[in-house]
């Protein structure tokens, strides 16, 4: 019996103690009617040998391509300790830390996670981690709705350069709250949403206004002026970040005259695998003045009975299992093992080694863009900086390029054809650290033969 | 002179210009950087740590050893289902080829991780009896979320907006009302009999047509089997409602009833409970949902199909127009669904109608063992389901010994404590679950350690009010915590 040590002596001595026949007989409070039949649909069990050989085979299958996909998910090199210590069983099988004498390692490891978050974005205060960036976003959004008391129209502004994905969960998340996201397009030539673009709004009832930074389609934005353009018009600024680049890039805290309000981002960059898109886990900072509107897990450092520091949730009268249908919001876990990994790997870079895998993500970007772009027929879309991501315009449609250099090996990108019509000849690409000169070739060599 | 055995936070072990230089590439000339105009550099590098590789591995090594955990401890928690997380999941997930793809990685690319999901959503059909099964939503709240969503969308579709309210049983998770309120409806409670279950006459009551749905789980949070479900899912149906079921107590009857069978239109599993993966100190779960045939269209996005010729595709908004949309930027915790595929083909048919047959088995005999040695059950006249609750509010009144100075002692007993306070309608409570993969030995010591520690009660209450004494830290003060709010370090 897989995982169940009973012995049929224990079996015996256990329904003894309880007075029963059999185990069916504890369930005779279930109606008859109701019991299951013989779950046809399910196969036989396997030994573990035989589901790992069968996984393995099916992990190999879908190994081997050189990827150069960003798009919100980004490979970068994951030291050998970050997952050897996350997947410690003391980690990796505990749970919420509701007995905090019993959890403090988890605890301190959350309070660590939240001042390295804190630091990064510059700002007052974090969360212990949320589901993703994308459903953060969302969170991010209700938030500023409860924070920005006196905006009353439950109106946000949300750039279309913010990553469609992103706005769709956001969508999905906020449908049913009353909240309206009104759309703000971006500069065609720049890739960027600049301030002009918003003039329309200007003293419109908005609670925020979203800023990405790098945006979707890698563009650096003028953080500064938009967030005094938002602060002067009464809104809330909402940061979504790429943890990577926050070692170059301003830190939203220090963006225009005042910093913004709530900071949002996915921190799987830092040490988190791509593995299909999760678990990943999105960070959540904000001002100290707007901490009581933050949803999810909060750990503060407090004292025990004999004075000695320790930690321990906080602020729980936030959350849904003491104030239920008034909760900030019905999130109950945080990522905990995708945190403790980005915890560790920011620990193992450092300042110094955060900021050198930014600086060769960057720097491989221009590279891949100035080997790409030299070929025939392939340009820059816009002209706007970028961090590691660009988008390239084709001489054919994305979706005709891509699967022809899928099938030679190459993941060359996302078509954004996807999400904007109009730029159904482009493909945004990235490339990180772990993209070397040699990969660069062979795609740039790859693509003019596609192309020719 | 302290060690880096004590507290100390990684801040405090940093000094300036020390680094873990295996783990970053050689810094690159400043000219490398010239694209990024100067205005939006950042001034001043972050204050991340400055430590050797060493000293991280040994503070997060140190760390990780003050926590309980299943692989170290019983760890009884009620609703929350501690069960083995078997470390072969953890290696199947974690193989290269999966822990290496791009969730945009195009489907010629990852035909075996589709493959996979695809099986692993037919099985959760199986077990569940329901006629649609999506794997995205992140966590048991946001799949309570997606289902609330969906009886909404229903509602919407039929122009039934008249509709305005979820009905609760007053012992529901937190969760099932802030997860109403999230979706746009008001929340009216049920009260709950003495014996556990629904006041079936107060819920007929409170059906009508401004009723959305019925939000519950079975067996209840009381530990139960809710026996009227029948007439719960007619009185609700009758009404034009849909009923949701809260996966979260789905260890107790797994393979042994089949929510879709009760008559719920909407289920969600907790795959971090009832299929084994790990809670990781609080995450990532996964909370798949499962509908009834009505319920399809709406289904969260994307879901895994396969076509005739056997290749697996991904079903977005454009093969389901109604969907409810998408919930996380990609497709979930693919990580977290790729160690509960593995379970569920070690398990198998046999082994998935063990898990219910044998929690309900270890969960009945620790009731009667705790019952021996004088503890009151909550409810005394029912069989307990993968859980039970026990009220110390006799020991409360006359030893001045709460439920949270138990729980505390027993983590001197090198035990988990159950849940507490949990449901909130049973004073001085706890919640125990003991699960199906603790040997008898294991429950046996929790009944002498309890035994003990009430024998203490009796004797010496003040020894319970103060403790724990073994753990790394004494009882915390949780009112500095809130009043003196300190959630970053400052070095200042």
Same mark, same amino acid.
């Given at each position: 019996?897989?995982?169940?040590?009973?012995?049929?002596?224990?079996?015996?001595?256990?329904?003894?103690?309880?007075?029963?026949?059999?185990?069916?007989?504890?369930?005779?409070?279930?109606?008859?009617?109701?019991?299951?039949? #013989?779950?046809?649909?399910?196969?036989?069990?396997?030994?573990?040998?035989?589901?790992?050989?069968?996984?393995?085979?099916?992990?190999?299958?879908?190994?081997?391509?050189?990827? =150069?996909?960003?798009?919100?998910?980004?490979?970068?090199?994951?030291?050998?300790?970050?997952?050897?210590?996350?997947?410690? $069983?003391?980690?990796?099988?505990?749970?919420?830390?509701?007995?905090?004498?019993?959890?403090?390692?988890?605890?301190?490891?959350?309070?660590?996670?939240?001042?390295?978050?804190?630091?990064?974005?510059?700002?007052?205060?974090?969360?212990?981690?949320?589901?993703?960036?994308?459903?953060?976003?969302?969170? #991010?959004?209700?938030?500023?709705?409860?924070?920005?008391?006196?905006?009353?129209?439950?109106?946000?502004?949300?750039?279309?350069?913010?990553?469609?994905?992103?706005?769709?969960?956001?969508?999905?998340?906020?449908?049913?709250?009353?909240?309206?996201?009104?759309?703000?397009?971006?500069?065609?030539?720049?890739?960027?949403?600049?301030? #002009?673009?918003?003039?329309?709004?200007?003293?419109?009832?908005?609670?925020?206004?979203?800023?990405?930074?790098?945006?979707? =389609?890698?563009?650096?934005?003028?953080?500064?002026?938009?967030?005094?353009?938002?602060?002067?018009?009464?809104?809330?600024?909402?940061?979504?970040?790429?943890?990577?680049?926050?070692?170059?890039?301003?830190?939203?805290?220090?963006? $225009?005259?005042?910093?913004?309000?709530?900071?949002?981002?996915?921190?799987?960059?830092?040490?988190?695998?791509?593995?299909?898109?999760?678990?990943?886990?999105? =960070?959540?900072?904000?001002?100290?003045?707007?901490?009581?509107?933050?949803?999810?897990?909060?750990?503060?450092?407090?004292?025990?009975?004999?004075?000695?520091?320790? =930690?321990?949730?906080?602020?729980?009268?936030?959350?849904?299992?003491?104030?239920?249908?008034?909760?900030?919001?019905?999130?109950?876990?945080?990522?905990?093992?995708?945190?403790?990994?980005?915890?560790?790997?920011?620990?193992?870079?450092?300042?110094?080694?955060?900021?050198?895998?930014?600086?060769?993500?960057?720097?491989?970007?221009?590279?891949?863009?100035?080997?790409?772009?030299?070929?025939?027929?392939?340009?820059?879309?816009?002209?706007?900086?970028?961090?590691?991501?660009?988008?390239?315009?084709?001489?054919?449609?994305?979706?005709?390029?891509?699967?022809?250099?899928?099938?030679?090996?190459?993941?060359?990108?996302?078509?954004?054809?996807?999400?904007?019509?109009?730029?159904?000849?482009?493909?945004?690409?990235?490339?990180?650290?772990?993209?070397?000169?040699?990969?660069?070739?062979?795609?740039?060599?790859?693509? #003019?033969?596609?192309?020719? | 002179?302290?060690?880096?055995?004590?507290?100390?936070?990684?801040?405090?072990?940093?000094?300036?210009?020390?680094?873990?230089?295996?783990?970053?590439?050689?810094?690159? !000339?400043?000219?490398?950087?010239?694209?990024?105009?100067?205005?939006?550099?950042?001034?001043?590098?972050?204050?991340?740590?400055?430590?050797?590789?060493?000293?991280?591995?040994?503070? /997060?090594?140190?760390?990780?050893?003050?926590?309980?955990?299943?692989?170290?401890?019983?760890?009884?928690?009620?609703?929350?289902?501690?069960?083995?997380?078997?470390?072969?999941?953890?290696?199947?997930?974690?193989?290269?080829?999966?822990?290496?793809?791009?969730?945009?990685?195009?489907?010629?690319?990852?035909?075996?991780?589709?493959?996979?999901?695809?099986?692993?959503?037919?099985?959760?059909?199986?077990?569940?009896?329901?006629?649609?099964?999506?794997? &995205?939503?992140?966590?048991?709240?946001?799949?309570?979320?997606?289902?609330?969503?969906?009886?909404?969308? /229903?509602?919407?579709?039929?122009?039934?907006?008249?509709?305005?309210?979820?009905?609760?049983?007053?012992?529901?998770?937190?969760?099932?009302?802030?997860?109403?309120?999230?979706?746009? /409806?008001?929340?009216?409670?049920?009260?709950?009999?003495?014996?556990?279950?629904?006041?079936?006459?107060?819920?007929?009551?409170?059906?009508?047509?401004? &009723?959305?749905?019925?939000?519950? *789980?079975?067996?209840?949070?009381?530990?139960?089997?809710?026996?009227?479900?029948?007439?719960?899912?007619?009185?609700?149906?009758?009404?034009?409602?849909?009923? %949701? %079921?809260?996966?979260?107590?789905?260890?107790?009857?797994?393979?042994?009833?089949?929510?879709?069978?009760?008559?719920?239109?909407?289920?969600?599993?907790?795959?971090?409970?009832?299929?084994?993966?790990?809670?990781?100190?609080?995450?990532?779960?996964?909370?798949?949902?499962?509908?009834?045939?009505?319920?399809?269209?709406?289904?969260?996005? !994307?879901?895994?199909?396969?076509?005739?010729?056997?290749?697996?595709?991904?079903?977005?908004?454009?093969?389901?127009?109604?969907?409810?949309?998408?919930?996380?930027?990609?497709?979930?915790?693919?990580?977290?669904?790729?160690?509960? %595929?593995?379970?569920?083909?070690?398990?198998?048919?046999?082994?998935?109608?063990?898990?219910?047959?044998?929690?309900?088995?270890?969960?009945?005999?620790?009731?009667?063992?705790?019952?021996?040695?004088?503890?009151?059950?909550?409810?005394?006249?029912?069989?307990?389901?993968?859980?039970?609750?026990?009220?110390?509010?006799?020991?409360?009144?006359?030893?001045?010994?709460?439920?949270?100075?138990?729980?505390?002692?027993?983590?001197?007993?090198?035990?988990?404590?159950? *849940?507490?306070?949990?449901?909130?309608?049973?004073?001085?409570?706890?919640?125990?679950?003991?699960?199906?993969?603790?040997?008898?030995?294991?429950?046996?010591?929790?009944?002498?350690?309890?035994?003990?520690?009430?024998?203490?009660?009796?004797?010496? !209450?003040?020894?319970?009010?103060?403790? !724990?004494?073994?753990?790394?830290?004494?009882?915390?003060?949780?009112?500095?915590?809130?009043?003196?709010?300190?959630?970053?370090?400052?070095?200042?």
């Amino acid at each position: 019996m897989p995982f169940i040590p009973h012995t049929s002596d224990d079996v015996q001595a256990m329904l003894a103690a309880i007075g029963a026949d059999s185990i069916e007989d504890l369930f005779d409070e279930i109606p008859a009617h109701l019991k299951a039949g #013989a779950l046809a649909g399910l196969p036989e069990g396997l030994s573990e040998m035989e589901v790992t050989a069968l996984m393995a085979a099916r992990a190999r299958q879908d190994a081997g391509a050189l990827c =150069f996909l960003g798009a919100g998910a980004y490979e970068h090199h994951i030291p050998a300790a970050v997952w050897e210590i996350a997947t410690r $069983g003391e980690y990796y099988t505990a749970y919420t830390p509701y007995q905090a004498e019993a959890s403090q390692g988890t605890l301190q490891t959350i309070y660590e996670f939240q001042t390295l978050m804190a630091r990064l974005t510059g700002m007052d205060a974090s969360n212990a981690s949320v589901y993703d960036g994308a459903s953060g976003l969302a969170e #991010a959004v209700l938030m500023a709705l409860r924070a920005n008391r006196k905006s009353k129209s439950g109106r946000v502004l949300m750039p279309e350069a913010v990553n469609p994905r992103y706005r769709q969960a956001v969508a999905a998340i906020c449908e049913n709250q009353n909240v309206e996201l009104v759309s703000v397009p971006f500069n065609t030539a720049e890739g960027t949403t600049p301030v #002009a673009a918003l003039a329309d709004h200007a003293g419109e009832d908005f609670a925020a206004l979203v800023i990405a930074q790098p945006n979707f =389609f890698g563009a650096l934005e003028d953080v500064d002026a938009l967030t005094d353009w938002a602060h002067a018009q009464g809104m809330l600024v909402i940061a979504l970040v790429n943890p990577t680049a926050l070692a170059l890039l301003t830190p939203p805290g220090e963006w $225009g005259e005042k910093g913004a309000d709530i900071v949002i981002g996915e921190a799987q960059p830092l040490g988190i695998p791509l593995s299909s898109g999760g678990p990943y886990c999105g =960070f959540m900072c904000c001002k100290q003045q707007h901490i009581r509107q933050m949803p999810g897990r909060i750990i503060g450092r407090t004292v025990d009975l004999e004075g000695r520091p320790g =930690f321990t949730l906080t602020l729980q009268a936030r959350e849904q299992h003491i104030r239920r249908s008034k909760a900030t919001s019905n999130i109950c876990t945080n990522q905990g093992l995708a945190m403790t990994a980005a915890t560790i790997y920011l620990s193992l870079l450092g300042p110094e080694g955060l900021e050198a895998v930014a600086a060769h993500s960057h720097a491989n970007t221009q590279d891949l863009v100035a080997r790409l772009s030299a070929i025939d027929g392939v340009s820059l879309a816009f002209a706007s900086p970028t961090f590691h991501e660009a988008v390239l315009r084709l001489p054919k449609p994305a979706s005709e390029v891509l699967p022809k250099l899928a099938e030679r090996g190459i993941i060359g990108g996302y078509d954004l054809g996807l999400d904007f019509p109009a730029l159904a000849d482009c493909v945004l690409v990235c490339a990180t650290e772990t993209r070397i000169a040699d990969d660069i070739d062979l795609y740039a060599t790859v693509l #003019a033969e596609v192309l020719a | 002179m302290s060690t880096q055995t004590d507290n100390q936070l990684i801040f405090e072990l940093s000094r300036p210009g020390r680094r873990a230089a295996a783990q970053a590439p050689r810094a690159l !000339p400043e000219e490398r950087l010239s694209a990024i105009p100067q205005a939006l550099r950042r001034k001043q590098r972050p204050a991340l740590p400055e430590v050797s590789e060493l000293q991280v591995v040994r503070h /997060y090594t140190n760390l990780s050893t003050r926590n309980f955990a299943i692989d170290k401890q019983f760890y009884p928690l009620g609703s929350c289902t501690m069960k083995y997380n078997p470390r072969g999941a953890n290696r199947a997930a974690m193989l290269p080829g999966f822990l290496g793809r791009h969730p945009l990685a195009p489907e010629s690319h990852s035909q075996g991780y589709l493959a996979c999901l695809f099986e692993l959503q037919e099985f959760l059909k199986e077990v569940t009896g329901m006629q649609g099964v999506s794997l &995205t939503p992140m966590a048991g709240a946001q799949g309570e979320f997606a289902g609330v969503a969906m009886i909404r969308a /229903y509602h919407e579709a039929r122009n039934d907006d008249a509709r305005t309210e979820i009905l609760i049983p007053e012992a529901a998770h937190g969760t099932n009302p802030a997860t109403a309120v999230m979706c746009g /409806y008001k929340v009216r409670e049920v009260p709950v009999n003495k014996e556990g279950d629904v006041d079936l006459e107060a819920l007929k009551a409170a059906c009508g047509p401004q &009723t959305a749905g019925l939000m519950m *789980t079975n067996p209840s949070t009381c530990g139960v089997f809710e026996r009227q479900i029948d007439g719960i899912a007619k009185a609700v149906h009758e009404a034009g409602g849909l009923l %949701y %079921y809260d996966g979260a107590n789905l260890n107790a009857i797994l393979g042994k009833v089949r929510p879709g069978d009760m008559g719920f239109d909407v289920i969600h599993m907790n795959l971090h409970k009832t299929f084994a993966t790990p809670h990781g100190g609080g995450g990532p779960g996964a909370g798949p949902v499962g509908v009834s045939e009505r319920l399809k269209p709406f289904l969260p996005t !994307p879901i895994v199909g396969r076509e005739e010729d056997g290749r697996y595709r991904w079903l977005d908004q454009h093969d389901l127009p109604q969907s409810i949309g998408h919930l996380s930027a990609f497709m979930g915790n693919a990580g977290v669904l790729l160690r509960a %595929y593995f379970y569920a083909r070690v398990l198998g048919r046999e082994g998935m109608i063990r898990v219910g047959e044998y929690s309900t088995l270890a969960a009945n005999y620790l009731l009667k063992r705790l019952e021996a040695i004088g503890c009151t059950p909550a409810y005394p006249a029912r069989r307990a389901s993968h859980e039970f609750i026990l009220t110390f509010a006799k020991e409360s009144k006359t030893l001045g010994v709460s439920a949270m100075d138990i729980a505390k002692r027993l983590l001197d007993y090198n035990q988990h404590a159950p *849940t507490t306070y949990f449901p909130l309608l049973v004073p001085e409570c706890f919640l125990i679950e003991p699960t199906e993969t603790e040997t008898k030995e294991a429950l046996d010591e929790f009944v002498a350690a309890m035994e003990s520690i009430l024998a203490e009660a009796r004797d010496n !209450p003040e020894l319970l009010k103060g403790a !724990p004494y073994s753990q790394p830290v004494r009882r915390l003060d949780d009112v500095k915590a809130a009043r003196e709010l300190d959630l970053v370090w400052s070095n200042v």
